[in-house]
């Protein structure tokens, strides 16, 4: 018997269009559903995106390097020795965009008003401006120029609880390698501004070799901080690094910041979440339709047997009518989700709630991220469903000739 | 040689308590070539006599013999296999697919076998013209009469040329002329072919074309007719 497969989807195409109502509902909800798992995911991981860039922004980087008591104690004795050539030749790897090196110390900052406690930050500016916020924060005065350019930098909030401006001098106090305080002037050379005021209230910025001399801490630096290509893939050159620096603890940013390394965790939960409420939603809808549908023409399916049909094709009829109307659907979805994300590639401006989205630790400018394998996940959760749910009926329908029905009018 | 062989044939339906005997030892041999006319009362057991044959419903005990096979035990893919090749079938309601033009219709079955596109075509036309459809192959089943509509399902029966042809009050919707039109062109077929042709029907006029009149009481032959 030669497979009848045109006039199976002639059949199959024309059956469709014969409850057109019931056809187009079930399209809706199949392109709604698939648009639904598409756009949100795509905006919950420009969420997270957005929150894990920003705190990679803020002087995270990728990776870490420092000595190994340095997280529990970050004080100046846990200091390492800048890179050796072995360490310098692997940083400059081409996988690595950028790297730098930093001092990092606890500190206290007075004006002639008020005193806070900050991070005092040495920076090596020239390099710092590829890993973090900072050069594209400046919005009074001007970036420190280079390693030992001798002013300060701080944040516009901190300035405002210091009482104190661009131009002024602030004192900055912490103990040097000796576990002696020292303190030291700075001339305030430059303000910036962050998404968020705790980042305007936690640094003090100064150039990298002012730092040491201020520390006495020679050459030494408390981290290293690089940043590849991507965030997420970052187990093999973790290896790779500590292998050149086997006494050094070699750390990636979601281990030096678990609760933003979390994240992505709970955005894959919330995302599975989302994707079972759709997948619900559709079930109720889409399942019981499909499954009419096959249910109403059992006696139409028995006549294609009783006319010599093989079983097997008739499932072939009812998949290829299900196929159709599940393509045209994800087609549907799919473009409805590329028309609803196109318009929002360069961020939405979330600011109205800005507010309460800059405590979670966001930007208020959200940028939807589509990644291929949350479109190919909507579309198979579909496909898989609708064959599933139209599939069993038929199955049923294959195996039962409605003799009566048919010869007994 | 038989075409349709049939040996202490029973069919008891349940229903509830009730136990109907829609047929109880039937024996009978159809020739090959032969044009059998199946009547008695509603509710006598020829519907039941035509599905058994055609493999359609499975007897409760007996055997059944059909061009040259058993077919009581057969599996429902073998069953619609024997149904594609040799035979034929009109039910007591026109049963066409409602997406189907009647051409669409007639053509089915023949593309089912493998018939190619052209040949099928040019049967498929030449057979609703011959059952007096001219001009109306291109109309859904909604949009013919029931007469027509019976005419399609005849023709679908037939196009294919089968051995055996299974028809279950075929002319029951049809005006005398039209019945008279269809049963010369079963006797034709018939003659020519010697496709063997088993109906049921209520209507004498048939019935005056049979070669071979069978008669059922309540699931029993109860008269066997030779009319040559
Ligand atoms: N599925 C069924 N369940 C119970 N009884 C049935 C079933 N199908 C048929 N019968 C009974 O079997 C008997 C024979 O029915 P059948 O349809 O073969 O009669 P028939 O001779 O074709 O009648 P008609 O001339 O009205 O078409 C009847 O008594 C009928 O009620
Ligand atoms: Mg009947």
């Known amino acids: 018997m030669q497979t009848p497969f045109l006039m199976l989807s002639t059949i199959a195409w024309r059956n469709l269009w014969r409850n057109y109502r019931r056809t187009l509902i079930m399209l809706l909800a199949i392109s709604v559903g698939v648009w639904a798992m598409i756009w949100m995911t795509a905006l919950m991981r420009g969420m997270v995106d957005q929150m894990i860039k920003g705190s990679i922004n803020n002087l995270l980087g990728h990776i870490q390097i420092h000595a190994p008591a340095y997280r529990d104690d970050p004080s100046i004795v846990n200091s390492i020795e800048p890179p050796g050539p072995e360490l310098t030749d692997s940083l400059n790897r081409p996988l690595i965009k950028a790297w730098t090196s930093r001092i990092r110390v606890p500190a206290v900052i007075s004006s002639e008003r008020e005193s806070r406690g900050v991070t005092l930050v040495g920076i090596d500016p020239a390099a710092e401006a590829a890993l973090s916020f900072l050069s594209e924060s400046i919005t009074q005065g001007s970036n420190l120029a280079s390693a030992d350019a001798p002013g300060v930098v701080i944040g516009r909030k901190l300035a405002e609880r210091l009482e104190t401006r661009l131009g002024k001098r602030i004192v900055l106090v912490s103990q040097d390698s000796d576990n002696t305080v020292v303190d030291r002037g700075f001339r305030i050379t430059g303000i910036f501004e962050a998404e968020l005021q705790t980042t305007e209230l936690a640094y003090a910025f100064v150039g990298r070799d002012r730092a040491q001399e201020f520390l006495n801490m020679a050459d030494q630096v408390s981290e290293i901080s690089l940043i590849s290509d991507d965030y997420r893939n970052l187990t093999h050159l973790l290896e790779n690094i500590q292998a050149t620096a086997p006494d050094l603890e070699v750390i990636s940013w979601d281990q030096v910041d678990p609760y933003t390394g979390s994240m992505l965790a709970v955005m894959d939960g919330f995302i599975l979440v989302w994707i079972i409420v759709v997948f619900l939603a559709l079930s109720f809808g889409l399942v019981n339709t499909l499954a009419m549908a096959v249910f109403e023409r059992k006696r139409e399916l028995g006549l294609l047997q009783a006319l010599g049909m093989q079983p097997g094709y008739i499932l072939l009829q009812v998949l290829i009518e299900s196929v159709i109307l599940l393509l045209l659907g994800l087609l549907a979805g799919n473009l409805l989700a590329w028309l609803s994300i196109v318009p929002i590639q360069d961020g939405i401006d979330l600011s109205a709630i800005g507010e309460g989205l800059e405590l979670a630790g966001m930007s208020s400018i959200l940028y939807p991220v589509v990644e291929f394998s949350d479109i190919a996940r909507a579309n198979l959760v579909v496909i898989v469903l609708g064959i599933l749910a139209s599939l069993l009926p038929a199955l049923r329908a294959a195996r039962h000739v409605p003799v009566d029905a048919i010869t007994r009018p | ?228």
Do not use: W
């Open chain 2, 1 to 228: 040689m038989y075409s349709v062989s049939c040996r202490r044939l029973c069919k008891t339906f349940q229903q509830g308590e009730l136990a109907v005997h829609a047929l109880a030892d039937v024996d009978l041999d159809i020739d090959a070539g032969g044009f059998v006319c199946l009547f008695g009362p509603s509710g006598s057991g020829k519907t039941t006599l035509l599905n058994m044959i055609g493999g359609l419903d499975t007897p409760s005990s007996g055997e059944i013999t059909v061009a040259g096979q058993r077919i009581d035990q057969m599996k429902r893919a073998e069953l619609a296999r024997l149904r594609l090749k040799h035979l034929g079938f009109v039910f007591q309601s026109y049963n066409l697919i409602p997406v189907l033009s009647a051409r669409e219709n007639v053509e089915f079955v023949a593309q089912m076998q493998g018939m190619g596109a052209q040949q099928r075509k040019h049967k498929a036309l030449t057979i609703l013209a011959e059952v007096g459809l001219q001009g109306l192959e291109d109309r859904r089943p909604a949009e013919l009469s029931g007469g027509q509509q019976q005419r399609v399902a005849v023709a679908r029966a037939i196009v294919s040329g089968p051995e055996l042809v299974l028809a279950d009050e075929p002319t029951a919707n049809l005006d005398s002329a039209t019945a008279e039109i269809l049963m010369k062109l079963f006797v034709q077929l018939n003659q020519q072919h010697q496709t063997t042709f088993v109906l049921s029907t209520h209507d004498n006029l048939i019935m005056n074309y049979a070669r071979r009149l069978i008669k059922l009481r309540d699931g029993r032959i109860v008269e066997d007719i030779d009319q040559t």
